[in-house]
């Protein structure tokens, strides 16, 4: 793995499958029905979470010591880890997070706050995964930022105003709290609006929605799709489905196989039918945009 601390290489499995979830925020339950629909082998497979371990669900704790002590488990760090992190140094950051699902840290035993967040410490900003195939995949919570490419997450650094900045004015902040391309995307495909925007503006949103250079996909969470299903724009992988949510989802993803399964939310957690479905093709850009 890379020494950078914001950054690391996973290598390929040679033994086993790797699979990829979404924002679990708490949903314990959802995340082991998904396991044990795919026979997962804690031996030799391995898991990898998009970030938003915590908050919004009821095993906020349990999953934070279940990716902190189990081998095959990896995780990247999310806005609601940063906020957590920001809430332990700041009064006005705590109140934010509890507003945001926090307040189950209120029950904690002494110290055990403290814990999570040293784990929190270790967690990089992206992970990039190879598979079996040749194919690298980066794993990233919200989305790397228009206009970079892979490589500036290689190098990224963070400051403490990177944490708290939701309107991603940077990479490190976009990593965490990014939604342009999303918002991008939405706009072009489903606003009225978009019809009537002059060429030059068409031609400098797709630009924004060009692939991330430097890498082959990279999986997102952080911005939930309205249809609870993955999305994919360009060579970004949506997937976070709402699995905190009444009618939400949770996604896991087997990227070697470019499948997916879901889960519907609930006191017992139901496999949605038809799995393992095929993760979708690229968002077709509407042909005026596209020639524009």
């Not at 949903?27 to 396991?35: I, K, R, V």
């Not at 970079?148 to 976009?174: K, N």
């Not at 879901?262 to 038809?274: F, R, Y």
Request: net charge negative; glycine share 10%.
């Amino acid at each position: 793995m890379s020494a950078h601390p914001l950054h690391r290489q996973v290598p390929a499995n040679p033994n086993g499958r790797d699979f990829v979830v979404g924002d679990l925020h708490g949903q314990q339950a959802m995340l082991d029905c998904l396991l044990q629909h795919v026979s997962f082998e804690e031996r030799s497979d391995r898991l990898f979470s998009l970030g938003d371990l915590v908050d919004r669900g009821p095993d906020n704790d349990a999953l934070m010591h279940r990716f902190a002590t189990r081998p095959g488990h990896f995780a990247i760090r999310g806005n609601h880890e940063a906020l957590l992190q920001a809430a332990r140094h700041s009064s006005l950051y705590l109140r934010v997070w509890e507003r945001n699902g926090g307040l189950w840290a209120r029950d904690l035993p002494p110290g055990r706050l403290e814990e999570i967040e040293a784990f929190i410490d270790t967690l990089p900003y992206a992970i990039e995964l190879s598979l079996q195939d040749g194919r690298r995949i980066g794993l990233i919570h919200a989305e790397v930022k228009p206009g970079a490419g892979w490589q500036d997450i290689r190098d990224l650094d963070a400051r403490f105003e990177d944490t708290i900045d939701d309107g991603g004015s940077t990479v490190a902040a976009s990593a965490l709290w990014g939604r342009q391309r999303y918002r991008i995307a939405d706009f072009i495909s489903n606003e009225p609006a978009g019809a009537t925007l002059a060429p030059e503006e068409r031609a400098a949103l797709c630009a924004r929605l060009r692939p991330v250079d430097g890498i082959d996909l990279v999986y997102v969470g952080h911005t939930i799709i309205g249809n609870r299903k993955p999305l994919r724009v360009g060579n970004t992988v949506f997937v976070d489905t709402g699995a905190y949510l009444a009618t939400g989802r949770l996604t896991l993803i087997e990227p070697l196989q470019d499948h997916y399964w879901q889960v519907t939310a609930g006191a017992e957690p139901k496999l949605v039918k038809g799995g393992p479905r095929k993760l979708p093709d690229a968002l077709l850009i509407p042909p005026a945009y596209a020639s524009a």
